[in-house]
């Protein structure tokens, strides 16, 4: 069952988003910066997170938001699920969610931003799998060898 944030959540999703493993200290940080900002006005600016909840349980979440200054361009922010279930679907059907949210209203492209580390191979493929074209490649980026991949979907 897909439901949106709610305050209650934040811990739990630092703690899910910092269990991944792939996420370094600084972007836990930042994810709570996000949420709490959320929680205070951005969901009023069009921005959205939604949890999963398995069995009343929250299995994962992702945030997503229209670019500002574009018609009908939306990005994925984040979209994190619990390790111990990653593999079984749950992170394709918050993807799909994501998109289909971005779709009502009004979305007509989708992108993805990830990094070009060896511990994102498996997001990028993620990614691809799920008809994602890689558009571009921002080199040293994030950090010297640290590439920023930006992936693409028309919705």
């Known amino acids: 069952m897909f439901r949106p944030l709610q305050p209650a959540d934040t811990p739990n999703l630092l703690a899910m ?20 900002d959320y929680q205070a006005e951005a969901a009023e600016t069009g921005a959205r997170c939604f949890v999963l909840e398995q069995h009343g349980e929250v299995a994962g979440f992702e945030y997503h938001a229209p670019e500002p200054m574009t018609e009908g361009t939306w990005l994925l922010w984040w979209i994190v699920v619990k ?21 009502t209203r ?3 492209v989708f992108f993805i931003e990830t990094s070009s580390l060896p511990q994102y191979e498996p997001t990028r493929r993620f990614y691809l799998k799920y008809a994602y074209e890689q558009e571009a490649r921002l080199r040293d980026f994030y950090a010297a ?6 992936f693409r979907k028309a919705l």
């Open 83 to 103: 390790p111990h279930t990653q593999g079984r679907g749950l992170g394709a059907r918050l993807l799909k969610h994501a998109e289909d949210d971005a779709r």
């Open 145 to 150: 060898g640290d590439d920023k991949i930006v």
């Open 17 to 36: 988003t910092a269990a991944t493993n792939v996420f370094k200290p600084m972007e836990v940080d930042t994810l709570k910066g996000v949420l709490d």
């Open 106 to 108: 009004g979305g007509r």
